[in-house]
């Protein structure tokens, strides 16, 4: 039997100057999946290809909560086109070396605050202090089993308090044919049907390749998440290609190799919507520093002929302030942002607020705001030229719970690559509360089910950044 729900497209904020817009070639497809099996997943032994002769193993069903279940090496764990995967809360996945995850139909991983899931990989011990392993060295990097693949099929793909790790093996041809991805690919998590929807909230992506995940087109929700150690010397975290459309929200991202979310209209298939993405109250830490192109790196990107809005976002320390791109060009016509603070230890981040070459318009909202001093952003100033951001440089500190700002100890800035210890809640006296814009609307085009769907759009708060003084925003 299978269940249906019309997506909810918009969710309008009372008096919003930005709510719900028809944007060229939006869907509102009838959104489907398929109850699992009501037989559990075995957990007595690994989930093994091996008598069957070839690297694919399919499964249904239930994965029970308190178990820990095991992929065997070099195996596909493939949920066809009509079955449904679902884990309860408390559930240890440990895949294989070389192994992977494809979907095909529907999953679903339901952790809960109080017992969340793993994807991971057994044995590995973490070092996440600044300065403790260089990337080659760090086994958050090396690619250890090839990810979570929703193909073309897959209508519904769901985590939710799942901590995701060490993914972004090469995809072989076997791999990618069965997946209906590409040769070559080094993604933690990629997701690949304009009509599916791909949901992930309250979890956690650590280490990956290339981008930890690549939305090649979807429908999406992806709030209150932590991203650290994502990609080696390249790849952006959230990577969103044409025909995605959604909401990208409260996530905080530490140490990315590029940008931590990017939307890009690049690849639109036919019958696929524009991208639209509306990000807001994201936490950017120490972004870029692994990127080895120059000119990119660091927190927001709007390219290609991409649509949306960013507001109330918040970037620390990273390489290259938030980007919109003028070749191509992004859809600067329907493309809206404020209340975006930045902070910098150096005068060479400061001078990349606003990136240079690009055409990324300063803000009255912003903080610092280009009516700082007379120094700073002057008159003479025009869009994607070099300044002076002297007058910038370590002030206006966030006053986060616990995060040395300026950096001390030696460690440069790339080496704050993990939340570790860290804690970037807000002090009462930061300059980040009650600066945000709480008018705009987020864009669900997703199911809402605490299940099956988005559990919780947290509207945008008032306070800047991924943490708000009265608790809401991201609970990690």
Not at 136 to 141: K, L, S
Not at 221 to 241: P, Q
Not at 257 to 264: E, F, V
Not at 297 to 302: E, H
Request: with cysteine; net charge neutral.
């Amino acid at each position: 039997m299978k269940k249906y729900i019309v997506p909810i497209i918009c969710i309008i904020v009372a008096a919003s100057v930005s709510g719900c817009q028809k944007w060229k070639g939006e869907h509102t497809d009838i959104y489907s999946y398929t109850p699992p099996a009501a037989s559990p997943v075995s957990d007595k032994a690994p989930l093994s290809c091996s008598a069957s002769g070839t690297s694919v193993v399919s499964v249904k069903g239930t994965m029970l909560s308190g178990k820990t279940y095991s992929v065997e090496a070099g195996c596909d764990l493939v949920i066809n086109a009509t079955d449904t995967l679902l884990m309860q809360s408390g559930v240890t996945l440990n895949m294989g070396l070389g192994s992977s995850i494809i979907a095909l139909g529907t999953f679903v991983s339901n952790g809960s605050k109080n017992a969340p899931n793993w994807i991971t990989v057994a044995g590995i011990t973490k070092n996440d202090a600044p300065g403790g392993l260089a990337p080659a060295n760090d086994p958050a990097y090396a690619g250890k089993w090839k990810g979570i693949i929703g193909g073309p099929t897959c209508n519904l793909l769901v985590l939710r308090w799942t901590h995701v790790e060490y993914g972004g093996l090469t995809e072989g041809k076997a791999t990618s044919t069965i997946a209906g991805s590409g040769t070559g690919n080094q993604y933690s998590i990629l997701f690949a049907n304009y009509k599916g929807n791909f949901i992930m909230e309250d979890s956690w992506l650590y280490g990956g390749v290339d981008d930890p995940i690549r939305i090649s087109a979807g429908k999406i929700a992806i709030f209150r998440n932590t991203f650290e150690k994502n990609g080696v010397s390249g790849g952006d975290c959230l990577n969103a290609k044409g025909g995605t459309t959604g909401t990208m929200a409260y996530n905080l991202f530490v140490g990315t190799a590029t940008n931590g979310q990017k939307a890009s209209n690049k690849g639109q298939a036919s019958g696929a919507p524009q991208t639209n993405i509306v990000m807001y109250n994201n936490t950017f830490v120490s972004g870029g520093y692994r990127q080895v192109q120059s000119g990119r790196g660091g927190c927001i990107n709007f390219e290609e002929g991409a649509a949306g809005k960013y507001y109330n976002n918040v970037a620390i320390n990273c390489r290259f302030g938030f980007r919109v791109v003028g070749s191509p060009i992004a859809d600067i016509a329907h493309l809206a942002y404020g209340n975006n603070y930045q902070w910098a230890d150096s005068l060479s981040v400061a001078n990349q607020f606003y990136p240079t070459g690009y055409i990324t318009q300063p803000q009255t909202t912003d903080i610092p705001s280009i009516t700082t001093s007379a120094n700073y952003l002057p008159s003479t100033y025009t869009v994607g030229s070099i300044y002076d951001g002297s007058d910038v440089v370590q002030k206006n500190n966030p006053m986060f719970l616990n995060f040395p700002l300026p950096t001390v100890g030696g460690h440069a800035l790339s080496q704050y690559s993990a939340v570790g210890n860290y804690n970037f809640r807000l002090l009462a006296n930061s300059p980040l509360i009650g600066k945000g814009n709480t008018t705009i609307a987020p864009l669900i085009t997703v199911p809402i089910d605490k299940i099956y769907g988005l559990s919780e759009a947290t509207l945008p708060g008032s306070d800047l950044g991924a943490y708000q003084l009265n608790g809401t925003g991201n609970q990690h």
